[in-house]
């Protein structure tokens, strides 16, 4: 099968690379441009497409996959809200993802955000560096016997919770499917918000999650709240996240992921005047702590995702029944061939 990875790094080629010889069956190549409607037409001639969760894979682009006789996509991602799965599936494409790598990568980055924000260690770092030895500004709060309120208990909120135990927090959590073997004490979304002290998101994209954290939703927390976000950006609206930010809501605020992130993750764009001020509002305040989407970025994860997703492409392939397809099996690629068969 010939796959084209689109918006590929070094660290992509470098780990996928180091264990393309255990897939003989699999020729991949790279490019760094991302996939959109504009560069859809450089999957020509390949099976199959791999997508991280910054690519454009909406309606227009499926379809020029399609007219392209791709017949699968791969997400080297666990998200997928960036696919329109109903055109996919119309179009006989198969869609499968990396639904977990390393759980506990994305919450150990999310308690870094926490104490980072919260200690003002990213401050203490500059001001050592121009031998500013005060403490002025950098005032804390401890963690120990406050209350962390984990929204969502997949892999990764469940690890979140163990890390929060681990410093003496209680834990309470929410999550539409409640899971009584996680041991985490579940109540109602409304009581959560309130009662904690830390509260760390860890629930999918949905249009029932979109902006879950609002003017409404702020005004029911605690004072002095720390708020930490490693999942999507759209679980919070930004404009209400910064209005509780200048009431001085929270104390501390943590995101790896942001709304306004799509044009630019993962980019240098140290030279360039950004064209949307949210993300500069966001930088301008003393008690919020941005990181570019890198929760997971650890070298155990980096191997698990790409074993995963070359594993998908072998399991596609030979017809195996898949649970990290969202699609359902439409078509099959046949081992050696270039064409599939539908079913």
Do not use: W
């Not at 991602?77 to 506990?104: H, T, W």
């Not at 992921?257 to 360039?272: A, F, G, N």
């Amino acid at each position: 099968m010939k796959i084209l990875f689109y918006g590929t790094k070094s660290y992509d080629e470098q780990f996928f690379n180091k264990i393309l010889e255990g897939y003989p069956e699999l020729d991949i190549h790279f490019t760094d441009a991302n996939i959109h409607k504009e560069t859809a037409a450089l999957a020509d001639g390949y099976e199959a497409v791999c997508a991280f969760v910054n690519a454009d894979l909406g309606t227009e682009v499926i379809e020029e996959l399609h007219s392209h006789h791709v017949k699968l996509i791969l997400m080297r991602c666990a998200g997928f809200n960036n696919v329109d799965l109903e055109k996919a599936k119309q179009c006989k494409i198969a869609v499968m993802r990396v639904p977990g790598y390393s759980p506990e990568a994305v919450a150990e980055h999310a308690m870094a955000l926490v104490l980072t924000a919260n200690r003002h260690t990213h401050k203490a770092y500059i001001k050592c560096r121009e031998n500013d030895f005060s403490l002025g500004g950098l005032m804390g709060v401890n963690l120990y016997g406050k209350t962390a309120g984990i929204i969502g208990t997949g892999r990764i909120g469940q690890a979140m919770a163990n890390i929060c135990r681990g410093f003496g927090m209680r834990v309470i959590s929410y999550d539409k499917y409640e899971n009584p073997e996680t041991g985490i004490r579940y109540l109602p979304l409304s009581q959560v918000l309130k009662e904690s002290d830390l509260i760390s998101l860890h629930c999918p994209l949905t249009e029932e999650t979109r902006h879950m954290i609002n003017r409404e939703t702020i005004q029911t927390m605690k004072d002095g709240v720390i708020l930490v976000n490693t999942s999507r950006g759209g679980l919070i609206k930004t404009s209400d996240l910064i209005e509780g930010i200048r009431a001085g809501k929270f104390f501390a605020v943590g995101l790896d992921v942001y709304e306004e992130e799509s044009p630019y993750v993962y980019e240098d764009l140290s030279d360039q005047i950004l064209q949307t001020s949210t993300m500069a509002r966001l930088l301008s305040f003393p008690n919020v702590m941005v990181t570019s989407h890198q929760g997971f970025l650890t070298m155990e994860a980096m191997e698990a995702i790409a074993h995963t997703t070359l594993q998908n492409a072998v399991d596609f392939m030979e017809g195996r029944h898949s649970d990290h397809e969202l699609t359902g099996r439409f078509c099959q690629a046949s081992k050696g061939s270039r064409t599939g068969t539908g079913s």
